[in-house]
């Protein structure tokens, strides 16, 4: 079974700073990776996502993140923290090959953004 | 589009009643899920279904049923109600086939059993 680990259960940044979310996958295949982006009582929402293109993915918001295999990382980052960015954030893998259709996901970290 | 949609969005229910979690999406895709959410805990797949007719066990089925006649919908179904039940639950989509590997989540449903 695939396992996501996202490392810090709460993350707080400075309005303006750089935000950094970590994600590491266990995976001997590379898979799909996703990171959502969860509002207080909505549902999850797609930030971005790698499907073995390109390994800098940009998605919404100003977000980014970078497929590395040797670290078997997904690491989600924006240069400049807004305060409209605190929410939850959760990194998600599925695939590859006959185990595409479920999707598991790390723990969640929540993002404070300070004034 | 409506995209994924749940019913309702809140639900108390007494211990070892049971109710029934709507879920439909109008995207014509195949693969639905069902995850839980509980906090510090991320999401765990309760059941999927790969088409109709076609359901599958996922991580924490235990005390939860589905069923899926149609395309579009995909119920889930708890029997006798138990506090461990308590927690909010997500219905999503997805349609890799066509290159839509993302999973689209509906609102939520939250979920109170006492």
């Known amino acids: 079974a695939q396992s996501v680990t996202q490392l810090g259960s709460h993350v707080s940044v400075s309005e303006g700073a750089l935000v950094l979310l970590r994600c590491n996958y266990s995976s001997s295949v590379p898979p799909y990776l996703f990171w959502y982006v969860q509002y207080p009582n909505q549902g999850l929402q797609l930030l971005l996502k790698y499907t073995s293109a390109a390994t800098l993915v940009k998605g919404i918001n100003g977000f980014e993140a970078e497929f590395k295999k040797s670290e078997t990382s997904f690491h989600l980052t924006k240069p400049s923290a807004h305060m409209s960015d605190a929410a939850e954030y959760f990194c998600a893998v599925s695939g590859p090959l006959y185990n595409f259709n479920k999707f598991y996901f790390g723990s969640g970290t929540k993002l404070n953004v300070k004034p | 589009n409506a995209g994924v949609t749940q019913t309702p969005k809140f639900r108390i229910l007494k211990i070892g009643q049971s109710m029934t979690l709507q879920c439909t999406q109008d995207?014509?895709?195949?693969?639905m899920y069902w995850y839980r959410q509980d906090p510090g805990m991320g999401l765990k797949l309760i059941y999927y279904s790969v088409g109709a007719g076609i359901t599958d066990k996922g991580e924490v089925p235990n005390g939860y049923n589905v069923s899926r006649s149609t395309t579009e919908d995909f119920p889930l179904r708890l029997e006798l109600a138990a506090p461990s039940q308590t927690s909010v639950y997500f219905c999503?989509?997805?349609?890799?086939?066509?290159?839509?590997?993302?999973?689209?989540f509906g609102q939520g449903t939250r979920l109170t059993v006492v």
């Open positions: 995207m014509n895709h195949n693969y």
């Open positions: 999503a989509s997805s349609h890799p086939e066509q290159g839509l590997t993302e999973a689209f």
